[in-house]
T-cell receptor
Framework: EDKVVQSPLSLVVHEGDTVTLNCSYE??????LLWYKQEKKAPTFLFML????IEKKSGRLSSILDKKELFSILNITATQTGDSAVYLC??????????FGTGTSLTVIP | DTAVSQTPKYLVTQMGNDKSIKCEQN?????MYWYKQDSKKFLKIMFS???????INETVPNRFSPKSPDKAHLNLHINSLELGDSAVYFC?????????????FGQGTRLTVV
């Protein structure tokens, strides 16, 4: 059965802290690993990773994939209150199916 | 111009009723999906549909059925609603399978069964 597991389930930090969110996956015919940010409504796309060891960066956010260990991390440096959200990880397969994890709820305190 | 749009945004209904949620995408995508998000924020795939092929998550009760009048629309019909059906339902779409891309989500429909 295809499965994506995220940890921790929730996290509370102070502004300025750095956080690391974890995602492990077991997806048959794996194609890519995706990260989404969900605030009040629809998940919004952050990153798509297809190759091991190549870091993707967008501002204070970065992510990397390890296809040998079936693992990805999402780093957020110098956190701000606007980073408070649920961060979702998903594995996609060659059949265009997307399997999501349970999410990590991040709260950034001023 | 909204890429993936769902209606209604909120739906409150009584147990036993039948209801539909509509979804339309104007991205020209070939594959559309329905996800259910529970109170713990877990996004569970219910269906995916790419014009000719319907993939059903076997855990979805047969009271739920997708209906696609054309490739830009995938509606979700639910019969005999139950309390446990209360959740946020998201429609999503993505291009045909040879493209390595993300899924694009609608704004969600919050269904409350009373």
């Amino acid at each position: 059965e295809d499965k994506v597991v995220q940890s921790p389930l929730s996290l509370v930090v102070h502004e300025g802290d750095t956080v690391t969110l974890n995602c492990s996956y077991e997806v048959t015919n794996f194609r890519s690993l995706l990260w989404y940010k969900q605030e009040k409504k629809a998940p919004t796309f952050l990153f798509m990773l297809t190759s091991s060891g190549i870091e993707k960066k967008s501002g204070r956010l970065s992510s990397i994939l390890d296809k040998k260990e079936l693992f990805s991390i999402l780093n957020i440096t110098a956190t701000q209150t606007g980073d408070s959200a649920v961060y979702l990880c998903a594995g996609s397969n060659t059949g265009n199916q997307f399997y999501f994890g349970t999410g990590t709820s991040l709260t950034v305190i001023p | 111009d909204t890429a993936v749009s769902q209606t209604p945004k909120y739906l409150v209904t009584q147990m036993g009723n039948d209801k539909s949620i509509k979804c339309e995408q104007n991205l020209g995508h070939d594959t559309m999906y329905w996800y259910k998000q529970d109170s713990k924020k877990f996004l569970k795939i219910m269906f995916s549909y790419n014009n000719k092929e319907l993939i059903i998550n076997e855990t979805v009760p047969n009271r739920f059925s997708p209906k696609s009048p054309d490739k830009a629309h995938l509606n979700l019909h639910i019969n005999s609603l139950e309390l446990g059906d209360s959740a946020v339902y998201f429609c999503a779409s993505s291009p045909w399978r040879q493209y390595n891309t993300e899924a694009f989500f609608g704004q969600g429909t919050r269904l409350t069964v009373v």
